[in-house]
Structure formats: C-alpha cells, structure tokens
T-cell receptor, first 113, second 114 residues
Framework: SQELEQSPQSLIVQEGKNLTINCTSS?????LYWYKQKYGEGLIFLMM?????EEKSHEKITAKLDEKKQQSSLHITASQPSHAGIYLC?????????????FGTGTRLQVTL | DGGITQSPKYLFRKEGQNVTLSCEQN?????MYWYRQDPGQGLRLIYY???????QKGDIAEGYSVSREKKESFPLTVTSAQKNPTAFYLC?????????????FGPGTRLTVT
C-alpha cells in the first residue's frame, strides 16, 4: 500500500522566515495533494500536482513534484502568523472518476512574532 | 455559496448506539468520500462513492455503513460494531471528471462515544 512520510513533524519559525515541508512516497505518485488544516477544522485545499517536475504557486506558497514523482515539497516564503496550522500531503492512489487519497501524518507549523 | 456542509459539528453518543453523520454538497460533484482522523495519524478512507446508488469500501469500512440516494448527500452511519468510534470525521467531494480532480473537504464532525 502507498505510504507517505512527511518531514519535519513539527516546525517553529519566526515571522518573515522561509520554510520547506517535505512529503516522500514509497511508490510513484499518480497525483499529490497539499492541504492545510486548523485544529478541529476541515482541510483547506492548497494545490494538486500530477506531472513530474510540476511546480505550482499560490500567494506565498509553492509546491513542487520531483521528476521521479516520489517526492514533493511545500515552500512558504516570508511566513506570516496566518500560515500557522497543520499541513497534510495526500497521494492519489486511484484514478478514474474518484480519487482515493492516502495521507501523511502532517506537519505542524507555528509562526512566532 | 458553494461548498460542503457537515452536521452536527459535535456529536455525543452512548456506547452501543448507532449514529448517522450528515454530509451535503452543492458543488454538483459526482464523487464523495468519508475519512476518519485520529490524533497523530493521517486521514484514513472509510467509504467513497463515484455516483448515485453506488459506493465502495475504503481502507477501514468495518463498523460503518453509507448510502448515496441523492447526488448531493452521502450520510455515514457509525454502528455499534465499530470498536473505536470516537474520532473526527471528514466528508469530501470531487468532480469526478474522469481525470484527477481537486478534492474539497467539509468542516468535519467530532464524534465522542462514551
């Protein structure tokens, strides 16, 4: 079965600093999703990557999928308190009309003033 | 205002009782999903549905049941057979266009069984 490992498990950064979260798969990824979650709330969709070498950006968040499609990184530039939360990566293990997602355990991000 | 709604936000039940969690979407999505989230673990797929009147088991379907009588609704019943029902339950949907599509989540229902 597909396994996803996220690193680091938790991260504390000072406001304004850059940071990177990694997501590594034991198998070639069909697709990779990034989500953000505030404690006790639902997941907010950030980005979806499918092609090897693909890179997408939204505001100050950039996600990349490596050429071999086994590793993805999420980079936040000039972090702000609003970036705090849990970041989850999810791997699509099935295509067609429904995509079953397998998730990593998450990276907890704190941004200090 | 399009989105996914789950109700209630918090639910408390006594052990041995069945309980049904609601999930409604007005995104006109074909596919819907139920996940369970436990502390320190990632989300795990319980059931998913690609189309009305059709659904498949996910990785941890034992002790759960679902129905998909309408496109916009995908309720989840947690039965008394589920050994550890206390968890945070998340519903999601995707367009199911035949290619990989974005999957959106509802706000979740926290179920506590005592």
């Amino acid at each position: 079965s597909q396994e996803l490992e996220q690193s680091p498990q938790s991260l504390i950064v000072q406001e304004g600093k850059n940071l990177t979260i990694n997501c590594t798969s034991s198998k070639t990824l069909y697709g990779l999703y990034w989500y953000k979650q505030k404690y006790g709330e639902g997941l907010i969709f950030l980005m979806m990557l499918q092609k090897g070498g693909e890179e997408k950006s939204h505001e100050k968040i950039t996600a990349k999928l490596d050429e071999k499609k086994q590793q993805s990184s999420l980079h936040i530039t000039a972090s702000q308190p609003s970036h705090a939360g849990i970041y989850l990566c999810g791997a699509a293990t099935w295509g067609g009309t429904a995509s079953k997602l397998t998730f990593g355990t998450g990276t907890r991000l704190q941004v200090t003033l | 205002d399009g989105g996914i709604t789950q109700s209630p936000k918090y639910l408390f039940r006594k052990e041995g009782q069945n309980v049904t969690l609601s999930c409604e979407q007005n995104l006109n999505h074909d596919a819907m999903y139920w996940y369970r989230q436990d502390p320190g673990q990632g989300l795990r797929l319980i059931y998913y549905s690609q189309i009305v009147n059709d659904f498949q088991k996910g990785d941890i379907a034992e002790g759960y049941s679902v129905s998909r009588e309408k496109k916009e609704s995908f309720p989840l019943t947690v039965t008394s057979a589920q050994k550890n029902p206390t968890a945070f339950y998340l519903c999601a949907s995707s367009s199911g266009t035949g290619t990989l599509s974005e999957q959106y989540f509802g706000p979740g229902t926290r179920l506590t069984v005592t």
